[in-house]
Structures are given as structure tokens and as C-alpha cells.
């Protein structure tokens, strides 16, 4: 199923969110750089290729071509009025026929943490992402020890379904995760 009209840039209170395309390469190699040390207990171990503009440009190619197939939805999160990327979240893994499900994952850069702009911006994503795509569930997993990540998705109304062992390598070493989803609630009586 392809992406039936795609919401390219959406706005909150104090946000923008806004596909990516090729014009934000600086500003993303730049929220790479200057959230290196910050992400890195979040994500896989990233090689100094990571933060070079050829990897971010063969990156957003991929990324523009994964939304137009319907597979990925991503936005980049800025603040109204500027080029900067502050945040961004993804929805991936979007499978159709009797799944209809995605995994959502998100960042949001060191200076921004703690003033309820994730939630901002995923209170936003996350009915456009159920409405636009037709899903029935949302998954999103985090480690343990992701206090943030945990309450995040607690107040957007996420639900723990298990922990998985040795779930995925961040860092440089296996991590358990918590499993957590949400029903889109119009598709519980269907």
C-alpha cells in the first residue's frame, strides 16, 4: 500500500515536523555532530563515515525513496521559524494485510531534553501516522535503564507487553528492551 496523501510538514504549538529531503542534509549532519556523545547510549556504534555529508546524502536518498514506497514515514523536528533539526522521529517497518503495524523510533537533541517537545511532536505524528496509514499498532521498545524513553511513551498512552533479551546491539553490546504499543483505537471494533 503506497502513502496516500502524505502530511510533508506538520505543525505544534512551538514545532515543525517536516519530511526530510536533500536540502536537509547540513542541518542533520550538524544535529549528528552535536549529539554524538549524547545519542550514542541509544544507538547502534556509529563509524566516523556516520558523520560525513556523503553518508547523510546517501542516507536522505533512502530515506525519500522508503516514504514514497509507503515502507517509512520520518519528519524531521525543528522549531517554527528555523532551519535547525532539533528531534526527529520515525515510523518504520510499516507492514500492511493482517499486521497493519510500524516500530517508532525517536531522538531529540541534548539541549532540547526535558521540555516536553518529544511529546509535542509525537502527539502530532502519532494520529496522522493511524489516520494516514491505516494502522492498528504502533511499537516502540526501549532499554531499561531509559528512564526518558520510558515515561515518554507511558504518557502518550504505550503500553508494556514484555522485555526482550538481548534484543538489539547498541554500543557495542546486546541490550534488552522493553516492548511497548499502542492500539489505534478507532480500529478495535473492526
Sequence with gaps: MKIKGPFLAMGTER???????????AAVLEYR????DHLSAWE????EEFYTTSSVELQMHDLVAQIANGTVVHWLIKRHGSLEVIGQCGFTNIVYGPFQACHLGFSLGQRHQGSGLMFEAL????PSVFQTHGLHRIMANYQPENRRSEILLQR???????LAKSYLKINGRWSDHVL???INPR???D
Excluded: H, M, Q, W
Excluded at 15 to 25: G, H, K, M, R, S
Design 15 to 25: 514545532l515543525v515536523l517536516a519530511y526530510p529531503t536533500l536540502d536537509d542534509c
Design 33 to 36: 555532530k552535536l549529539n554524538r
Design 44 to 47: 547502534p556504534l556509529r563509524s
Design 123 to 126: 502527539k502530532t505524528a502519532i
Design 156 to 162: 502518550l498512552g504505550f503500553e508494556r507487553e514484555g
Design 180 to 182: 511497548t504499543s499502542l
Design 187 to 189: 480500529t478495535i471494533e
